[in-house]
């Protein structure tokens, strides 16, 4: 679905802001001014909504220019449900695809 939520990216060392741009069931497409390689696991957190921020540890799957495509492992314990009743605000009861 596509958004515009700003967030930051933590690689452990540094932080690094960001801007979502698009964001699934499972992962979320993001805009970034640093370059992250594929594999590299990553700490994402960004307010969805002013009662729910997402947190989270992604892994990059492809990174081309300034995006990076991640593939959400796991979410908070105290956003997770939130999280998923915000995605499924947008995608309702259908099945996963290939989202």
């Known amino acids: ?7 930051e ?3 452990g060392k540094d932080v690094y802001t960001c801007l979502i741009q698009d964001m699934s069931r499972r992962g979320l497409l993001i ?12 700490d994402l957190v960004c307010p ?9 540890k992604v892994e ?9 495509g991640v593939k959400i492992l796991e979410v908070s314990p105290q956003t997770g449900a939130a999280y998923q009743r ?4 947008y995608y309702g009861n259908k099945p996963p695809s290939g989202d």
């Open 1 to 7: 679905m596509p958004v515009s939520h700003r967030g």
């Open 9 to 11: 990216i933590h690689d």
């Open 31 to 42: 805009a970034c001014g640093k370059k992250f390689a594929v594999g590299q696991i990553l």
């Open 48 to 56: 969805l909504t002013q009662e729910i921020k997402l947190e989270c």
């Open 60 to 68: 990059v799957r492809n990174a081309e220019d300034d995006f990076i």
């Open 86 to 89: 915000y995605v499924l605000g």
